[in-house]
């Protein structure tokens, strides 16, 4: 909604999405945190598991499917869960079912877009971001994946906002931007749409996700770590911000899903220079990689769902 002055009036935006989009359960920081303990034990994995019984009954029939389970006797707790999925796969379930309840919803009229494009998109740049994250050797790469899934959450509502308001905005900018071949965040910033990037940003505070999740839905647009606000260039947050942008980038070249445009912005060379990346080609090879083992998982949740 715009005031008369044509300034976008972001809190009453939010108070109606308030009324549609889920509260994202404290469980997405609480399982990043543990992942990224080396000395996680299985058991502290099942304890959150088990806490929400939708996450868990799907989980089950995740392991039961026969690209995990195989030949082997049907998994009917959580412990052989673990054991049969490994635990990154498990923490990606539980995000995934977490977060994108959120993208159900009636597909678009526009051929192009759709929420279930739209998931798998949010999935490959979560993908990425963990694979990036461990080529380069970081600690972090577990929150990496979290920022990449939620990076793009304020599109969801946009989407979800011209449902309600029986508005095509959304499909216009995603539109005007195949058109004039720029991408999603410059067609919002030409038609003075609201911009995704700040409308995830206020929306990941209301769920109350982690800082560092606050600062790439916020700035993932923004390559120049000086116009940041509120996040100091060099600091563990900025390297996630860059590492998104390049994920995101690599993941809509690639064409995995389908993000609202075709014309990602290739990174600069100082991006690429802060986060010690000499040879983008190897990067995007283990980005492929993943996304390939990516495109089966999102078929396995998706036969699930």
């Known amino acids: 909604m ?36 080396p000395d996680t034990t299985t058991q502290a994995v099942e304890e959150v598991m088990v806490s929400d019984q939708s996450i868990c009954t799907r989980i089950l029939r995740v392991a ?32 995934t079912t977490s977060v994108f309840k959120v993208f159900a919803g009636k597909e678009s009229a526009e051929q192009k877009f759709s929420l279930e494009n739209m998931w798998k998109h949010s999935m490959g740049v979560a993908a990425a971001s963990r694979a990036i994250a461990k080529y380069l050797g970081k600690s972090w790469h577990e929150t990496a994946y979290t920022c990449g899934l939620v990076h793009d959450i304020g599109k969801v509502a946009r989407f979800k906002l011209d449902e309600d308001n029986n508005d095509d905005q959304f499909l216009k ?54 116009k940041r606000t509120r996040v100091a260039p060099g600091s563990e947050t900025s390297d ?3 590492l998104v942008i390049v994920a995101n980038w690599i993941v809509n070249k690639l064409k995995f899903g389908f993000s609202g445009h075709e014309i990602p912005d290739h990174p600069s060379d100082a991006l690429l220079a802060r986060l010690n990346v000499d040879h983008i080609d190897n990067v995007i090879q283990d980005v492929e990689n993943e996304l390939e083992l ?9 036969s699930n769902s």
Request: net charge negative; with cysteine; charged share 25%.
């Open 294 to 302: 990516t495109e089966d998982f999102c078929s396995i949740l998706d």
């Open 240 to 242: 996630l911000i860059d």
């Open 64 to 95: 039961n499917t026969s690209f995990y389970r195989g030949s082997r006797e049907k998994v009917t707790c959580a412990n052989e869960a673990i054991g049969t999925i490994g635990f990154d796969k498990i923490k990606d379930v539980i995000l």
């Open 2 to 37: 715009q005031s008369d002055t044509g300034v976008i009036d972001y809190e009453y935006l939010i108070r109606q999405i308030q009324r549609n989009l889920p509260t994202l359960p404290i469980i997405v920081n609480e399982l990043t945190n543990i992942m990224e303990n």
């Open 173 to 226: 900018d995603s539109q005007f931007a195949l058109d004039k071949k720029i991408n999603f965040f410059q067609a919002e910033l030409l038609n003075n749409s609201p911009r995704h990037d700040y409308l995830g940003y206020l929306i990941c505070r209301h769920w109350g996700l982690s800082g560092a999740v606050e600062g790439v839905v916020r700035w993932h647009h923004e390559p120049n770590p000086d």
